[in-house]
């Protein structure tokens, strides 16, 4: 995955395909909820839809070594580092 894709895929996982992160009081960042299943499960799905499959393998595995075990892991603790 290039930097523009893995940028795509940021913003997909943060959107309401993934990860739906969204502010309970507007202009207050303390109350941003989210969902995560505590997996690779909102992130397949985009992988699947978006990107070419033989790329997943490979990216779960990158993810890993930078702490991103689920898909808020990955948004938290991955994105920043590619």
Not at 31 to 50: A, F, G, M, Q, T
Not at 61 to 69: A, P, T
């Amino acid at each position: 995955m290039n930097k523009r894709d893995l940028n795509k895929f940021a913003e997909l996982l943060e959107g309401s395909e993934g990860c739906d992160f969204q502010e309970k009081e507007e202009g207050k960042p303390d109350s941003i909820n989210w969902r995560c299943e505590h997996n690779y499960k909102y992130s397949s799905i985009i992988l699947d839809k978006y990107f070419p499959k033989e790329n997943k393998d490979k990216f779960f595995k990158m993810c890993k070594s930078k702490g991103g075990f689920c898909d808020c892991e990955i948004l938290f603790n991955v994105v920043g580092w590619l």
